[in-house]
């Protein structure tokens, strides 16, 4: 079956421009956390929604960074004013279950 | 708070040779403990878990066994392939909370031939 699904799969953006990341979890996931990979702070939780709330947004690294949920399903993550230091890859995985991450291929955002 | 600590990389090693990555764990409840994999080119892929002391988790030739004596949960397997060349990444979540996942830094497995 499908699998979870990013887009896009690459993003170059200019210092200071705002950027959207798109996830689409396994469908029937009610969880679903985001997760930043970058050179210096390897895997980092950013975010957790369980359906559309976000009970636990403890990762953001600043309120420059938004992350909402619709229908229970596609999450959006917003990063706004970007900085260089937000260049990484970002990570979406989804749960159906306890203990049970699945994760997306990731999007590769890269601020110049 | 919660921290996974693994053994830095690369490891490099002949095909068929035996695999050990080290991973030791702090936290203050009772975690599930897993291995995740990233291929070259590939996301995140779920290896194996276990989610209680004594608990051995295998996939694909690959253990590990939970020693809450020791909080580690090692990474082993007995004849190496090539196409086992990748990242390997220890992690826990508490299952009290939310469940995120904590990361280890990541392993890099080099296997030639």
Known sequence: GAGVSQSPSNKVTEKGKD???RCDPISGHTALYWY??????????LIYFQGNSAPDKSGLPSDRFSAE?????????????TQQEDSAVYLCASSPEINEQYFGPGTRLTVT | GDSVTQMEGPVTLSEEAFLTINCTYTATGYPSLFWYVQYPGEGLQLLLKATKADDKGSNKGFEATYRKETTSFHLEKG????SDSAVYFCA???????QKLVFGTGTRLLVSP
Do not use: A, K, N, P
């Not at chain 1, 930043?36 to 939780?45: H, T």
């Open chain 1, 19 to 21: 950027v959207e990341l």
């Open chain 2, 92 to 98: 826990l979540s508490d299952r009290t909370g939310f």
């Open chain 2, 79 to 82: 004849s190496v392939q090539v």
């Open chain 1, 36 to 45: 930043r990979q970058s050179l210096g702070q390897g895997l980092e939780f």
């Open chain 1, 69 to 81: 949920r619709t229908g229970g399903s596609v999450s959006t993550l917003t990063i706004q004013r």
